[in-house]
């Protein structure tokens, strides 16, 4: 029994070795770069609403780095699947405009029953259930919805700096040509030179320090159980978890739900008194590591989450500090680089979304929904652009015994034997 799994692990360990790419590698720090520019600034928004300390804030910033990296690392390898997990990034903003009004121990409580909640879901297969029912066309616009902001918001930077991103561009383009594996990687080298030399860069103010976690028993209190705990559970699994499922679909991966979230669930346990608000599926940056931009062949993509997930570890480590070095860079070299290493996802989602005559329509409405910005409750228009789509699904196809009855199964999508 020892033999045979000494023998599985050197297999492994020789997989990773065939199947590691600078490409993969790449988008793991991308998706890494690009979890950090914005929901950390939300989250340092939350933590000046709840007067936090300075070593309660890092210790927030390094439980949530290092359970989005271990779960990350984990599930990837487990599935050899990209499995990109992160910090809830609707949760934070959910803090910002309720954290002022319970005590930072009773959210801990609150923390805690939203990821339990979120692993029986998991554990149960309920939320698999829900997701095999919906049509992949959805799916993928709702996808698309989610992603057609980066990709405008390209060329929305050219007003800013036009200077910088115009020559990000064109080697961008040029580098799609000729070297597309590594289109990225090469953009991004171009834009931290041209911020170098328009001294766009400030690194002054870049202090670095290893991070001291603190543990915060919890106390459970009902105004904060119900008025927390609850919304972030339904925040984190309709605004994450759920266009999380969307992207692994929208690029073939068939990866079965309920582990993802339950893995998900309990790290979040784990964190949780840490001051882990919830770690989840991720959208946005999943698709930076999911799509052709990491790897031509979809079974080797899995290393830019494991990619992701060390990032994530080596980050955490500094806690608070690594918010001051994402500063230093500028706004349009991080938009860029996130709309760029987006473009494919984005074009095969709209590809797929249309794909299916009969569902043009339900699809279609999936996209505007979500590209709206609708929101009630605190829960996002990518949940509500799922709802809409499946709503005119179903009257448009009046196949409601069907959708009830047995799942949406869809044929895989072929692999690229492209190295």
Known sequence: MVVK??????????????????????????????????????????????NLSDGLLSSWIWAVSFGSGLTCILLSIWFKTPVITAFSTPGAVLLVSSFEHYSFSDSIGAFLLSAVMISILGFTGLFSKIMNRIPQSITTAMLAGILLKFGVDVFVSLKQSPLMVIPMFIC???????????????????????ALGFHHLNFGNVHMSLVKPIFTAPTFSLNALVGLGIPLCIVNMTSQNAPGIGV?????????????????????ILSAPFGSHGITLAAITAAICTGKEAHNNLNKRYIAGISCGTFYLLFGIFGAAITSVFSALPNELITVIAGVALFASL???????????????????????TVSGFSVAGVGSAFWGLIAGVIANLILTGNVRRFFAKKHIESPVSTSVND
């Open 248 to 268: 692994l679909r929208a690029d073939g991966y068939k990866t079965p739900a309920s582990p993802l979230v339950a893995t998900t669930g309990i790290a979040s």
């Open 5 to 50: 799994e000494q023998v599985q692990q050197v297999n492994t360990w020789k997989r990773l070795k065939e199947d590691i790419s600078i490409s993969a590698v790449t988008a793991g720090l991308i998706a890494t770069m690009v979890s950090y520019a914005g929901p950390l600034l939300i989250i340092l928004q939350a933590a000046k609403v709840a």
């Open 347 to 369: 074009s095969s989602s709209l590809s797929s979304a249309l794909s299916v005559t009969t569902q043009r329509d339900s699809a279609l409405i999936t996209f505007l929904v």
């Open 172 to 194: 961008f383009l040029l580098a799609r040509r000729w070297l597309p594996r590594y289109a990225v990687i090469l953009t991004l080298v171009v834009g931290l030179a041209m």
